[in-house]
Structure formats: C-alpha cells, structure tokens
Nanobody, 123 residues
C-alpha cells in the first residue's frame, strides 16, 4: 500500500497543524479492505508512540494525553485519514508516520507505513 502524507511543518506553541494521509494500491491488487488507519510519531531519542488511530467500525484511539488536543477523522470509503492537532506543545515535535492496516480476501492482515512527515513546534 502506498501512503501519501501531507501537512505538517512548523507551528508555534499553542498553534495548530493538520496532517492528512491517503492510502492507495496494494501488492494484493484491489481485493483488500482497510480496517485501521492513523498516526504514530517519533521524537529524537524517543521510541515511536501512537498518536491516534481510527478503526473502520468507527472507534478511535488516542495516545496518552492527546485526546484533548488532537482529533482524528477518517473516511474508509476513500481510505483517507486526517489528524487535527491543536494547542501544540514543544514536546509534540516529532516525525509523524501515517499507517494503514488492511486485510486481504483471505483475511491476512498487514500494516504499511508512510515515510514520515516532520512536525516542529517552536517559538
């Protein structure tokens, strides 16, 4: 699956940014179903952590203490996901990775990752 992310960049503390990601294609052809999409992030010298995820059934999940500031929107008909980030803090600075989990017609599941987009929060 190819994941095309856009958005990100720089913002001041307290500001907002938006990330979007679109999934397309598959090594298995058109017979895949996307079931979960979202974002992880990795700050320098830190482990990768989940930011937010959206499941096809409608449920969403957020990383620790992010739900109050970040909101994930998804459209599984278009296989797109959007992350609205408000009240940004310096500690939100990281490379953000879009991911998409999908299953094949034989119910095998795979997760693919985008190449990452840098978010920098500084004054």
């Amino acid at each position: 699956v190819q994941l095309q992310a856009s958005g990100g960049g720089s913002a001041q503390p307290g500001g907002s940014l938006q990330l979007s990601c679109a999934a397309s294609g598959s090594r298995f052809g058109s017979g895949v179903e996307f079931i979960r999409m979202g974002w992880y992030r990795q700050a320098p010298r830190e482990e990768r952590e989940m930011v937010a995820a959206s499941n096809k059934g409608g449920s969403t999940e957020y990383g620790n203490s992010l739900k109050d500031r970040f909101t994930i929107f998804s459209d599984f008909a278009k296989n797109t996901v959007l992350l609205q980030m408000n009240s940004l803090r310096r500690e939100d600075t990281a490379v953000y990775y879009c991911f998409a989990r999908y299953k094949t017609i034989r119910d095998f599941e795979f997760t693919d990752w985008g190449q990452g987009t840098l978010v920098t929060v500084s004054s």
